[in-house]
């Protein structure tokens, strides 16, 4: 019987879902926007201190680094997000995949796949980790 009394006290202390799905997918439109404008102020915000991007070519960007370095894309610009599949890891922790549709000047598509990771930090949602891949 403790035991069981234990595991609802846990429960009732705070392991509550994550916001909705849709909280996310917009999250995730907000970055992208960001990116594209090079928007420093909305990227500190939505990106944690502790943030590490391993992009599609290997490399690995802090926070620091996306907010110090060129807009996002080059020449492409991205057309839409895929496959956004958001998966709820207690009230702290989300994790974010699909795919990342860009477009090139020459109306050229290229496909990116990625998996962003979440962590409430105080009453917000900071993005703590993100990997690209491209897609073959």
């Known amino acids: 019987m403790r035991r069981l009394l234990i595991a609802i006290v846990f429960a009732a ?3 509550a879902t994550a916001p909705p799905a849709t909280y996310f997918a917009e999250l995730e439109q907000s970055w992208l926007a960001a990116l594209q404008a090079h928007d420093t102020k909305a990227l500190n915000e939505l990106l944690d201190d502790s943030f590490v991007d391993s992009t599609f ?3 690995t960007r802090t ?3 996306v907010l110090n370095g060129p807009p996002a894309g080059g020449a492409y610009r991205s057309v839409r997000l895929d ?3 958001v998966r709820g890891y207690g009230s702290r922790t989300v994790i974010v995949t699909g795919v990342n549709v860009l477009e090139g000047p020459s109306k050229d598509t290229v496909r990116v796949r990625f998996t962003d990771v979440f962590c409430k930090s105080g009453l917000r949602w900071r993005a ?3 990997q690209e891949t491209l897609e073959q």
Do not use: I, M, Y
């Open 13 to 15: 202390a705070g392991c």
């Open 57 to 59: 070519r290997g490399a």
């Open 63 to 65: 926070k620091h680094d």
């Open 83 to 85: 496959e956004l599949k």
């Open 128 to 130: 703590v980790s993100a």
